[in-house]
């Protein structure tokens, strides 16, 4: 009976491999991403995305907890979503020029409790 799932597993991963389609990684879309303290400080991203593509950003560093992250001013040409302690933008095909939007995350940066304020500008590629 173990035979059925292995062989399963395998027919699922040939069927996936021959289809065409492959796994890949959301290119890095922010560069040099200043950290912010949780200290009630603004720190300013940017982001270079080409028209139709997504860019999903995590928020937390290592020595933080992230709380709450809400939507401060958002994108006018394209589309955010808060997923978890991170985001979501996703540019539109006929995107032109530059977007921007605004969040502010709470949490707590080792042990001190605060909120930062990020303002992202994001730039077509």
């Known amino acids: 009976m173990r035979a059925r799932p292995i062989l399963l597993s395998g027919v699922a991963v040939a069927a ?14 922010i560069k040099d991403r200043t950290p912010f303290a949780l200290s009630q400080d603004t720190v300013k991203w940017t982001m270079s995305i080409a028209p139709g593509a997504d860019c999903i950003q995590g928020l937390r560093w290592s ?29 539109k095909n006929e995107t032109r020029g530059t977007d921007k939007f605004t969040l502010l995350i709470s949490g707590k940066n080792r042990h001190d409790a605060g909120t930062s304020t990020l303002e992202v500008e994001v730039n077509p590629q």
């Open 16 to 29: 996936f491999a021959a289809s065409g389609l492959a796994a890949q990684a959301s290119p890095l879309c």
């Open 63 to 91: 020595y933080m907890q992230i709380f709450d992250v809400s939507v401060v001013s958002g994108p006018s040409q394209g589309e955010l979503a808060v997923v978890g302690s991170g985001f979501r933008y996703s540019a």
